[in-house]
Structures are given as structure tokens and as C-alpha cells.
């Protein structure tokens, strides 16, 4: 068994580490008080090649697989969870969707631009009654002899504002649903009678724009139909496996700059004439965050490895997902038991990372359905 990382991904963590300390780091409270990501930070990103890092080699990527996206997640995520989740909404999922569902023209025709940055993607599955029943939606596709006429209306689209390819899916079956009736569709921003809606107000992750998506008789041609008609709803459930990965890695930094933070800060403050870390219980606390790390840790690399070794892993992924969005809230919660007080005050980094980690458990498919689909996959191997 070999437990180590190549030398190329320890360059690459080496480097993100590098831009986020230097970057992110000195306007992360900045892009969380005005809501938005300096357009200068996402094309910093993508001269460094950070969009394309999970994009093969032969499509102008960089080639270094799920293992390397989760690295670049992980550190991101310590400087900045929204634009680590920016980076996600094109690089883990917007960008995958092509490599998972796409033609070998589609591939050759739309991943070199996602992996240089030249175009940046988003992914548009949910709607206002089908986040976890997909089957549910009414955005509808029907053929109009070489073109496709979409309309309807998509939420929660992650850097839907700046996107400028939405991976659109739409019922083009109503009577099959979701198995066999939803198809996925490449539609370009300047399509007539696409709109984006303002940017949710949220509790946490605020410079990451996310908008309502809007189509009113978007006419789309046949040529950017992803992948077979009806195969929509397949193709989202491999993209989404690769983003629970990613999300998993988010989590997974996120935990790491807060328990760092708490390391610090317990070292520092003092209580009844030492330093709180001397007290049994922030030492059970900590103990308990550092387990928690190496659990997801763990889980995450292994879950990578199996992606890019071609292995199945969408159990895997769930239970990725699953553990490491809770294992984040108790990390962060711990953290601002362990900062007392100025845990809770804005001055304090702890506090937007604990605003930042609730919606870890929602989004990516909800941990109750997560644990619907390791349920199902228990029971169908019997162990």
C-alpha cells in the first residue's frame, strides 16, 4: 500500500497553498461582507490552471485527476470556502459534466476553453420543487427539428452569474421522468431568452453568487444536446458523484482552518491563571476535531484514488459527503465553544466558518439522501 502523494500533486497542493495565503487570505473577509469574488481572483485561478486541474491532458487540462481537484479544494477552502465553491461550480461539476456525458466532439469542442478559463461552466439541476426528486421538475425541452426549446426555471445555480455555459437538464419525457425522460443540454449565455435572477442573500459561503436561471423559449442546438436523449438524469448522477468528492474536500479545509485556529487560540487565551489548552475539556475537544480530520482525510484520498483508477465509487462518494459535512459542523461548532465569546463576533475568522459550514449538509444531495443511496447500496451487496 502506498500512502503518499506524487510529486506533482505535492507541488500543486504546494502552490494553491501559496496563492491562498497570498491571494485569498487578505480579502476573505472582504468578499464575504460585499458578497462577490473579484473577477481578478477567478483569473488568477485560471492562469495558474487551477480550472482545467482535473481535465485530461489531451482537452488542455492539466490531467492530475479528482485527487488533484480535491487538493486544490482542500487548500482553497482554508483561505475562502466561497471561492473554493466557485472554482467547484465549474471545475467539479459545470466542467465534468462535459467529460462524464459528453461526445468525444463535445470534449474536443468545450474542454479546452473550461480548462483555460476562457469560458467558465455552471450546473443547473435544481428547481423550487425538485432539489432531492429530480423526476419532479418541469423545465421542458421538445424538438424543434435541429434545435431543442427549453423553458423553465432553475435554483440554487452556483456562479450562475458569471457563468457562461449553464449545463441545463429538462424534462424531455414527462411520462419516464427522471429514468429516461431528462436530458442535459449546453446552453450558452447569449442564448435569446435566457435571464439570471438577482444573488441570494445566505447565511454563509456569501461571495459565491448564486442565482435563479430562467428560460423562456431558449431555442438550443441539437449539437449541444449532452449526450444521449434521456440519459440527462445518468449523466447528473456520475457529475454528482465527483462533486460529493470535491464538497467532501471543501469540508475537509474548512475543519482544518478551524481547529488550527482553535490550536492557537487555546494555546493563547488564559483562564484561572493558564492557558485554557491545559484544561482536560478543550483538550477532549481538540482530540475530538483531530480525529474527525483524519477520518475525512482519509475517506476522501482513498474515495479519489478509486475515481482515478477508472474503480466504482458512488457509495463511496455519499459516504464522503455525508461524514464529512457533519464532521465539519461538529469541528466548527467545537471551534466556537473553544473561542467562547469571540466566536461568536464577526472580528473572529470562526465565526464565518461556522456560517459557512450549515449548508454543507444540503447542498451536493442532502445527507438524509445520502444516506438513502448508501442504504440502498448496503442492502443490494448485503454488506
Known amino acids: 500500500m502506498e500512502f503518499t502523494f506524487s510529486e506533482e500533486h505535492a507541488m500543486l497542493r504546494e502552490a494553491v497553498r501559496d496563492f491562498t495565503d497570498g491571494v485569498i487570505r487578505p480579502i476573505a473577509d472582504e468578499i464575504d461582507k460585499k458578497h462577490a469574488i473579484p473577477r481578478e481572483v477567478i483569473d488568477q485561478m485560471a492562469e495558474l490552471g487551477l480550472l482545467g486541474v482535473a481535465i485530461p491532458e489531451e482537452y488542455g487540462g492539466a490531467g492530475m485527476g479528482e485527487t488533484g481537484l480535491c487538493v486544490v479544494m482542500e487548500e482553497l477552502t482554508q483561505g475562502d470556502f466561497a471561492v473554493a465553491v466557485t472554482l467547484g461550480a465549474h471545475a467539479s461539476i459545470g466542467a465534468m459534466s462535459v467529460l462524464v456525458g459528453g461526445t468525444e466532439e463535445q470534449k474536443q469542442r468545450f474542454l479546452p476553453d473550461f480548462a483555460t478559463g476562457a469560458k467558465f461552466a455552471c450546473f443547473a439541476l435544481s428547481e423550487a420543487g425538485a432539489g432531492s426528486d429530480p423526476g419532479a421538475m418541469t423545465t421542458t425541452a421538445v424538438r424543434d427539428g435541429d434545435d431543442w426549446i427549453l423553458n423553465g426555471e432553475k435554483v440554487w445555480i452556483t456562479a450562475g452569474d458569471i457563468a457562461d455555459i449553464a449545463v441545463v437538464y429538462a424534462i424531455t419525457d414527462k411520462e419516464k421522468g427522471a429514468n429516461g425522460g431528462v436530458t442535459s443540454f449546453l446552453v450558452p449565455r447569449e442564448a435569446e431568452g435566457y435571464s439570471i435572477g438577482r444573488n441570494e442573500d445566505k447565511m454563509g459561503q456569501r461571495g459565491s453568487g448564486t442565482v435563479t436561471l430562467a428560460f423562456d423559449n431558449v431555442r438550443v442546438s441539437d449539437a449541444n444536446r449532452l449526450g444521449e436523449v434521456g440519459y440527462g438524469f445518468r449523466t447528473a448522477m456520475g457529475v454528482l458523484d465527483r462533486g460529493r468528492l470535491a464538497l467532501g474536500a471543501n469540508c ?102 461556522y456560517r459557512d459550514a450549515r449548508v454543507t449538509r444540503i447542498y451536493e444531495g442532502t445527507n438524509e439522501i445520502q444516506r438513502i443511496v448508501v442504504a440502498r447500496d448496503v442492502l443490494k451487496r448485503g454488506y
Not at 490550536?263 to 483562564?271: L, S
Not at 459535512?325 to 475568522?349: N, P, T
Open 252 to 353: 475537509l479545509g474548512a475543519a482544518r482552518e478551524a481547529h488550527k485556529l482553535s490550536v492557537e487560540y487555546a494555546k493563547q487565551r488564559e483562564a484561572f491563571g493558564k492557558p485554557i489548552a491545559a484544561y482536560q475539556a478543550m483538550q477532549w475537544m481538540l482530540a475530538d476535531s483531530a480525529m474527525d480530520i483524519f477520518a475525512m482525510e482519509s475517506m476522501i484520498y482513498r474515495t479519489a484514488w478509486l475515481c482515478d483508477t477508472g474503480q466504482p465509487f458512488g457509495r463511496e462518494a455519499a459516504m464522503v459527503k455525508l461524514h464529512a459535512s457533519e464532521a465539519l459542523c461538529q469541528v466548527a461548532d467545537r471551534a466556537v465553544q473553544i473561542h467562547g465569546g469571540m466566536g461568536y463576533s464577526a472580528e473572529y475568522k470562526i465565526e464565518r466558518l
